[in-house]
């Protein structure tokens, strides 16, 4: 309901680009979406230092998939703004196409640093999810040849599928 939207302190915000209808088109970066938390002054992201993690989101997903974990995060870090990106071929970047456009986990990496670099963005945080670790790790290995600073933290997550049996005399694996 829109009373529960009003009520929720954490704010998302898309580019413009994300609120359109999907057309065919080069588009110069890759899309995105920002959650901020509630202590973030409402303001375009490349005019103020605010504290912020990227999350990269796994194969076939989109960064939507991220979205209530960034929210949980914005709200337990409201000094933060966590900025979701949607990889070549996925979400609202499925028609995203560079010229250098190898269908690669470096290829990747390098479209999420020139969205960043593109918003003056100089993340304390990366985090990945499954393919998307990957992604973030190698943005890592690029960060020296960029104008970028290294993040403070990469964070590489992944899932098991399916229940894991949690029998302290055991090591968790799956059942």
């Known amino acids: 309901s829109m009373q529960a939207a009003a009520a929720d302190p954490v704010a998302t915000s898309y580019n413009s680009a994300s609120m359109r209808q999907p057309v065919k088109r080069t588009a110069s970066h890759i899309e995105y979406e920002v959650v901020k938390g509630p202590l973030v002054q409402f303001s375009d992201a490349s005019s103020v230092e605010v504290p912020t993690a990227v999350l990269v989101h796994g194969i076939l997903g989109s960064g939507r998939n991220l979205r209530g974990f960034a929210r949980k ?32 986990v470096e290829g990747a990496a390098t479209d999420v ?36 600073p290294r993040p403070v933290q990469v964070w590489v997550l992944d899932t098991v599928p399916g229940d894991v049996r949690t029998d302290p005399a055991q090591a968790d694996h799956p059942r």
Do not use: Y
């Open 113 to 148: 640093l020139r969205l960043l670099k593109k918003l003056n963005l100089f993340p304390k945080m990366l985090i990945g999810h499954s393919f998307g670790g990957k992604v973030v790790m190698n943005m890592v290995d690029q960060f020296g040849s960029k104008v970028l």
């Open 73 to 104: 995060l914005a709200r337990e870090n409201p000094a933060w703004q966590f900025v979701l990106v949607d990889l070549r071929c996925h979400g609202d970047s499925a028609d995203f196409t560079h010229a250098s456009g190898e269908h690669s």
